[in-house]
Nanobody, 131 residues
Framework: QVQLVESGGGSVQTGGSLRLSCTAP????????MGWFRQAPGKEREGVAA????????YYAAAVKGRFTIAQHTANNTVALQMNNLKPEDTAMYYC????????????????????????WGQGTQVTVSS
């Protein structure tokens, strides 16, 4: 069973920062789009950010654009999500995900990141932002 191992998360006050990391097996990291989803209580899971090895395009949800940054670290097969200027509405369980579909890079380029084609999930890490 493929494992996406997440770390980071926690509790901060409004305006604070957190960094999430997700490590994947090398074959998954090198051939899949990697990104993050989040799910707040009572809400549907939504895409947050995504990227693909070797592509310059990245996807960000409108709600996080300018505050969150996704980055891939090929040396250790890790994708990180740096979250700055956090707001209470960012409170959610955050999930690392890998999309193996061949058209995933195109989806990212045109601004689309959904869970329908996600093949692998992390276990989730909680982010709580207090006002």
């Amino acid at each position: 069973q493929v494992q996406l191992v997440e770390s980071g998360g926690g509790s901060v006050q409004t305006g604070g920062s957190l960094r999430l990391s997700c490590t994947a097996p090398a074959d998954i990291f090198e051939t899949n789009c990697m990104g993050w989803f989040r799910q707040a209580p009572g809400k549907e899971r939504e895409g947050v950010a995504a990227t693909y090895t070797g592509y310059s395009s990245e996807y960000y949800a409108a709600a996080v654009k300018g505050r969150f940054t996704i980055a891939q670290h090929t040396a250790n097969n890790t994708v990180a999500l740096q979250m700055n200027n956090l707001k209470p509405e960012d409170t959610a369980m955050y999930y690392c995900a890998a999309d193996a579909s061949s058209f995933c890079p195109i989806k990212i380029r045109i601004g689309y990141w959904s869970e329908g084609d996600v093949a692998y999930w992390g276990q989730g890490t909680q982010v709580t932002v207090s006002s």
